[in-house]
């Protein structure tokens, strides 16, 4: 398999994590600390996990530049919700 060829089905594969499950999951936190409610210990390790593969996909998107955008506006996303939560964790 060529490495474009592996690069498509990676895409492919994040794109629909990202659609079912991790940017309603993000949007839910977001509406959560927006409230001023503090993360509970799996919301962390949701947004840790996502971190981690942030990192990955800053990587494919530095080959493949269409999704640049997509990815910094979801580092930002997360990192929003992050601020917001040591926010209400610093209130409490």
């Given amino acids: 398999m060529r490495a474009s060829e592996k690069d498509a ?3 492919q594969a994040l794109l629909k994590r990202l659609n079912e499950q991790r940017l309603p999951r993000a949007i ?20 840790k996990s ?4 942030a990192e990955h996909a800053r ?3 530095g080959k493949h530049p269409e999704f640049e955008s997509l990815v910094t506006r979801l580092i930002g996303l997360y ?7 040591l926010e209400n964790e610093q209130k409490s």
């Fill in 9 to 11: 089905g990676t895409i």
């Fill in 28 to 47: 839910a936190l977001q509406d959560k600390v927006n409230r001023g409610e503090r993360l509970e210990d799996n919301d962390v390790d949701f947004l």
């Fill in 50 to 53: 996502v971190f981690s593969d």
């Fill in 59 to 61: 990587s494919l998107a």
């Fill in 79 to 85: 990192a929003d919700i992050t601020r917001k939560a």
